[in-house]
């Protein structure tokens, strides 16, 4: 190829640098002829300024023109390690009317070249292995927590339940004065446990093999919450419908509604209100958590399901995106509707046959 893009001086110095050994007697176009087939995108660059460039340079960072043009501009450095090894950098970009790639670059000095001013740039496009990369780092992340999550809930769980049965031992024999105080201390440490089956549960799989009652989870999840809602000022209110057996696990279900309407107290003021519907129409199972809260800016929107991504001092991160997955897996979507300010809509729909 030679479109008036390649400056003769760059081949020349190309066959050297890449080791690209001609054997015909037109050295040069062969060489040529090898960079415009390769597969990776090349630049060779002398004093900061692109000499020559192969068409899948010019491919894969969306520019027709690339001779002539500073590295500077394409956000590239020119820098080599000082040991004179290649140095290798990745970078976003997105060239105009295409979807954002992510490359991979190596830039070396040139061999052959004296003053050392000459510098080669290979490139990938690397956005595949950028995914792969993210999914094994969360496959990872899930991974430690499922490792560590049993033995911390296996740790709490067994003391509060030797305490549980300690205290209905003595409810028996208390006097009527101290039952009343003994019965609350027993609704809370009831409400713990349940809790507690949550955190476990929610990593797990929302769909199970036999139908179970899927209102009440819905209204325990709430129900559990309902004492710190008070303790904020805010109205937590349950409408959930009556609805047919479902093959659910109510521990997971319970888990789900339990991280929306934690999240939607967390971010719902004295004076507000979340409320939490149900119901189950047309072979979709439907859950809402609305809240008038302060709602998330487009960023956090758009991060919210990521495992963990929180904006809470005290946040794992790790309620949504279980949350979501759990949905995404049984089938099902996880939609959230937020505006700043006016707070947040967490949808769940998820189709589902029924027995009735
Ligand atoms: N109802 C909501 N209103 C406003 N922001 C919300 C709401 N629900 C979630 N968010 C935002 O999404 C982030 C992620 O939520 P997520 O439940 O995954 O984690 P978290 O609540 O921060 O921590 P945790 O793992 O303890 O639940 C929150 O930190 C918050 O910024
Ligand atoms: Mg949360």
């Known amino acids: 190829m030679d479109d008036g893009r390649t400056s003769s001086l760059a081949r020349t110095d190309l066959a050297s640098a890449t080791g690209v050994r001609a054997v015909s007697s037109d050295g040069a176009a062969v060489t040529g002829r090898a960079l415009d087939c390769l597969a990776a995108g090349l630049l060779v660059a002398r004093r900061g300024v692109i000499e020559y ?100 809930l296996h740790e709490i769980r067994n003391p509060i339940g030797a305490i549980t049965t300690t205290i209905e031992v003595m409810i028996e024999e ?13 609704t809370v440490l009831r409400q713990l446990s349940l809790t507690l089956q949550g955190v476990g549960a929610v990593g797990r ?13 819905i209204e325990e999840a709430a129900r559990v919450l309902e004492a710190k809602a008070r303790s904020r000022g805010v109205a937590l209110v349950c409408r959930v419908e009556s609805m047919p057996l479902l093959q659910l696990d109510p521990a997971v279900l319970r888990a789900i509604v339990g991280n929306l309407v934690e999240n939607a107290l967390a971010a719902t003021a004295a004076g507000g209100r979340v409320l939490v519907t149900a119901h189950y129409g047309g072979g979709v199972f439907r859950v ?7 709602g998330m800016d487009p960023q956090t929107l758009a991060h919210a399901t990521d495992l963990f ?19 995404q897996t049984a089938g099902g979507q996880l939609r959230i509707d937020s505006h700043v300010g006016l707070g947040t809509t967490v949808d769940i729909e998820l189709p589902i046959a029924s027995d009735r």
């Open 288 to 294: 809402r958590v609305r809240d008038n809260g302060r």
């Open 53 to 152: 460039a192969n068409p899948r340079a010019h491919a894969l960072l969306g520019r027709a023109l690339l001779v002539g043009t500073a590295f500077a501009e394409l956000g590239l450095g020119t820098d080599v390690a000082a040991s004179g090894e290649p140095a290798r950098f990745e970078l976003e970009i997105q060239p105009a009317g295409q979807p954002p790639r992510q490359l991979g670059f190596t830039i070396s000095s040139c061999g052959d070249d004296p003053h050392g001013e000459t510098r080669l740039v290979l490139f990938q496009d690397i956005s595949q292995l950028a995914t792969l990369r993210t999914e094994r780092d969360r496959l990872l992340q899930l991974a430690a927590i499922n490792a560590v999550l049993p033995s911390i």
């Open 205 to 217: 799989e929302l769909r199970c093999d036999r139908p179970c009652v899927v209102d009440l989870p």
């Open 309 to 327: 991504f929180t904006t809470k001092p005290l946040g794992s991160g790790i309620g949504l995106s279980l949350c979501a997955r759990a949905v």
């Open 174 to 186: 208390a006097p009527a004065a101290t039952q009343a105080d003994l019965h609350a201390i027993l």
